[in-house]
Structures are given as structure tokens and as C-alpha cells.
């Protein structure tokens, strides 16, 4: 069952990483560092408002999605969160006016002001997707993932081309793109609400599940991405984007792959503790747990592998030397974080124990702060670096702890070495090859170690592949 989602929702993460990649690759070229430092200071700001703001109202509408459509209300239950979603985003414009009028250069306080416009786009969309995906709505949640990923991309990088926006171009593109699919998605959720009106009575479910949830991903994206502005503090904006262009390489790379496991495993993990309990949700937990592994860990590892050479290529030269000494531990820091936002959050989220995990994600977010202080001013970006593995090993520990008292997830640990030594055997052989230099080396290295891995995982039977092949060909065989 969750091979056949992974392959559902593929579509929507490979848009995913060749938007990132390709933003990474043509930013750090059209942008200086300067100004890529203030893309990604307004991208941050941006980020841990809308999810402080509006994201509550987004989780609210995935998580009772379910429940809506098996009392058959589902039309009230969207015409609620449509209001909630417009009160949300006044409150997200709000914020975003004061850091606005906070800021003091004007390249940055251009960006943010561009990206104040998607407050009022991006909720409707997102909700939109949410309860697509809570649905089983496959090919519509990966249709639109599509088009917002890699339409914000090529409008947003001919914007930094074509016009002097500077760091809000792709902020630009974003908002553009956006306003186009709130229009569909908008009239889609007004028709299928038709019948359907605000229920009072489900604000304050819906706020006592979301709230806690918006608390703990902001304090996520402040321990993900919040050390910027300190960065910007002690060592300025060029180098914030030195940093940015590092990070952003290597997290999401590994951060899309994650999401693609957790598009398919969270709603897996739903339906199986809605339908058979503590049993039913083990074993679907088990399979999310490899899978995610069995996908995300050779990315980390294959970045840590080709860093320098991924730097040389897809990076400006402005920036490049120094994130290729970011990219391995960044990706290690994205596996880390992966764990937590889509495999030990999920007990959180279905034993609905949200307030919970915000509370613990707030240790390690200041945990950061103090680091990042300590750190910066003494060994400069790397201590960013460090910092941030650290407090994500840390957050994976809390939240695996606490999740024992509330659902039993299951930990794989079988499959997770046979994953481990796939990822051995294809460092090695990575290692064995010559060092060629830019992108003839990127291609032989990650050629040579896709293959390792691939045949390794089905020599050890990681997370069940060589198990899965098998019943593909025999269905196969069957059908012809």
C-alpha cells in the first residue's frame, strides 16, 4: 500500500527538489550574496509568521477532514475553515506590516512587503491541498504541488533575471503563481461547500488540535532557519546567503524526500490507528519508519559524498567554497529533522497530544539561540552548522521519549542497519573513484553510487525492497 502512494505523490516531490535545486543553482548566480541573504531573511520571517498566523487553521482542516466526510458534513466543515483561514491571514498581514516597518535596509524591506501578498494566497491553497491529501485525492494534491513548485520557480527566476526586484523577485513569482490556483482552488472549495455554513461549535476543536501544532513548526522553522538572523547579527548578510546557499542545497534535498515519505506514511498511519487502534498503527508505523529511511538516508549520505563537487555546479562561485563545508552536515541535520516533522510527530498529532510537542520543541529552539550565541562569534558559519545538529538530535530524542506514553511507534532498527550498511557500500565505492572536478564528477559519483545502493538494498532486502520488487514482477507476470 504505501509503495503505491510513494509512487502517487512522486511526481510532486520530484517538482519539489528540481524547483529547490534549480532555485539554489540560479539565484546564487543572478543574486548577489547580499541580496541572497536578504531573500532568505524575508523567506524565514515569512515563514514563522504564516505558520504562527495561519497554519493551525491548515492543520485543523487535514486532521478532521476524515471525520467531516463520515458524518457527511463535510461542505460545514470547509465553510468553517475558510473563515478561519481569512481571519488567520488578516492577522498574518498584520505581523508581516510590523516587520515591514521593523526592517531597515530597503532591498530587505522590498522582499518582505512582496512576500506579505502571500498571506492572502497561500492559505486557501494550502487548505485546499491539505484536505486533498487527507482525502486520498492523490493526483489533485500532486497536480497542484506541481504547478505552484516549478511555475514559482521559472517566474520567479525570470523576474531575478529580467528586472531589478533583486531578492523579491522569486518572492514575486511565488505570489503570481499563487493567485492564479487560489482562484481554482477557491471555487473549487465554494462548490463543494455549497449546503454547508460556519459552525461555531467546531472553532475551538479545531483550535485546541491546530494551535499547539502551528507553535511546535514555527519553533521548528526557528531552529531550522532562525539562526540566519543571528548570522546576520554577528557576521552580516553576505554571510547569510553563503549560508543559504549551502543549506538550502542540502536541506531540501533531503527535506523533500522526506516529505514525500511522510505525504504517503501520515495518512497511512491515520486511517490505520482510526480503524484498529494501537495494533493497526505499530504496524503501519513500522513500514513509514523504513520507508523513510530507506529513502532519505542515502540522499544525506550522497550529498555528504559529492559536496564538493554539487557545490562547484550548482552554486555561484561567489558562494560555493564555503557551502560545500556546510552541505555534509546539513544533510545529516535534514535526516535528523525528518524523523521529527514526519515519523515521531505523528504520535502527537493522532493521539491529538499537540500541546504537548510544542512545549518540548521549545528546548532545543532555545537550546540554538544559546549555541548559535556562543558559537558565532568564535568559529564562525560552522558554529550555525553544528548548533543545528545538534538541537535537531536533540528534539528527535524529546519527541521520541515523550511519544512512547502516547502511541508506541515502531522502530525498525533491522531494517534501518540493513539501510545503514547499503549506505556503506555505496560510500565506498563513491570513494574508490577518481576526483574529476565539477559536474563530469558529480555525474560519475552519483551514477555509480544510485546503483551501489539500489543493488545493495536488494541484496540486504532493506525496508522490504528486494520483498516489494519481487510481488511487482509476479503482479506483473499475473497481468500479461
Known sequence: MIWRRLLGYFPASLAGGLASLGAVYALTRLLSPADYGFYALALTTMGIIYTLSVTWAEAAAYRFAGAA????????????????????????????????????????????????????????????????????????????????????????????????????????????????????????????????????????????????????????????AGDRFLIAH????????????????????????????????????????????VHGVRQASAHAASTL?????????????????????????????????????????????????????EAFQLSKRTALRAGLMVIPALAN??????????????????????????????LALASRRLIPLAWPWTDFLRVAGSCAAMAITVRLLPSLGGLPELLLKAAAGAITYGLATLVFDAAGARSALQQFVARRARSV
Open 293 to 345: 529511511m530507506l529513502i532519505a538516508a542515502p540522499a544525506a549520505a550522497g550529498l555528504a559524498l559529492v559536496a564538493q563537487p554539487l557545490s562547484e555546479v550548482m552554486i555561484g562561485e561567489a558562494m560555493r567554497a564555503q557551502a560545500a563545508t556546510i552541505i555534509p552536515w546539513i544533510a545529516l541535520s535534514g535526516l535528523i529533522n525528518g524523523f521529527v516533522l514526519h515519523y515521531v510527530s
Open 369 to 398: 539561540i544559546a549555541l548559535n550565541i556562543i558559537l558565532l562569534p568564535r568559529i564562525g558559519l560552522m558554529g550555525a552548522v553544528y548548533s543545528t545538529v545538534a538541537c535537531y538530535a536533540l528534539a528527535l530524542v524529546l
Open 69 to 224: 466526510v463520515s458524518r457527511e458534513d463535510l461542505p460545514s466543515h470547509i465553510r468553517t475553515i475558510l473563515a478561519l483561514l481569512a481571519c488567520s491571514a488578516a492577522i498574518g498581514i498584520a505581523l508581516m506590516t510590523g516587520a515591514i516597518l521593523i526592517a531597515t535596509d530597503p532591498a530587505l524591506r522590498l522582499a518582505l512587503a512582496v512576500a506579505m501578498t502571500t498571506m492572502a494566497l497561500t492559505p486557501l491553497v494550502n487548505a485546499a491541498q491539505e484536505m486533498s491529501r487527507a482525502l486520498d485525492r492523490v493526483s489533485r494534491y500532486t497536480t497542484l504541488r506541481m504547478i505552484q513548485d516549478l511555475g514559482a520557480f521559472t517566474l520567479g527566476t525570470f523576474l531575478a533575471w529580467q528586472t531589478g526586484l533583486g531578492p523579491a523577485a522569486p518572492l514575486a513569482g511565488l505570489a503570481s503563481v499563487l493567485g492564479l490556483l487560489a482562484c481554482i482552488e477557491g471555487r473549487r472549495l465554494w462548490r463543494e461547500s455549497r449546503g454547508g455554513q460556519f459552525e461555531r461549535a467546531r472553532v475551538r476543536p479545531y483550535l485546541a488540535y491546530g494551535v499547539p501544532v502551528a507553535i511546535a513548526l514555527a519553533l521548528n522553522i526557528a531552529l531550522d
Open 234 to 277: 554577528f557576521l552580516g548578510a553576505e554571510a547569510v546567503g553563503v549560508y543559504a546557499a549551502g543549506y538550502g542545497l542540502a536541506d531540501k534535498s533531503v527535506g523533500l524526500l522526506c516529505i514525500w515519505a511522510g505525504a504517503a506514511g501520515g495518512p497511512m498511519m491515520m486511517a490505520a490507528w482510526e480503524r484498529e487502534g
